[in-house]
């Protein structure tokens, strides 16, 4: 299968891109031209895409983006070697605080007013 995919955004364009699969959720890893990263999960190629977005505060284009395990992402900055430690897990399957600590998702957060999860964007 190919697929070609452009994205455009004000932070920057697409310029580095890794995927892995994580049970039956798909991850992709994309490096922007500004320095920040996009996490895509999906169930299925069919499903719909949850986008979630961070600044790595590295501030100079992302050359290269590898998912090494569930735990460890490598950045090529224009500048240097950045390692990261995450999570690739959804948001939407944490239904309280210590799921969501838990889970690692720099991208995921939990609202204690409303007892549910929040996308950081």
């Keep these: 299968m190919t697929a070609t995919y452009l994205h455009q955004t004000k932070t920057g364009h697409v310029t580095a891109l890794d995927g892995t699969s994580i049970g039956d959720t798909i991850v992709l890893i994309a490096g922007l031209s500004t320095g920040s990263l996009i996490q895509i999960t999906m169930k299925s ?3 719909t895409m949850e986008v979630l977005g961070t600044t790595t505060g590295i ?18 900055g224009s500048q240097h070697v950045y390692v990261y430690l995450y999570s690739q897990s ?12 838990a889970g690692r998702n720099p991208f995921c957060g939990w609202c204690v007013f409303k007892q549910r999860y929040y996308i950081e964007k």
């Excluded at 501030?59 to 290269?64: G, K």
């Design 45 to 47: 190629l069919k499903s």
């Design 59 to 76: 501030n100079t284009p992302i050359v290269n983006v590898h998912i090494q395990d569930e735990d460890t992402l490598y950045v090529l």
């Design 90 to 101: 959804n948001c939407s399957e944490f239904k309280s605080l210590a799921e969501t600590m």
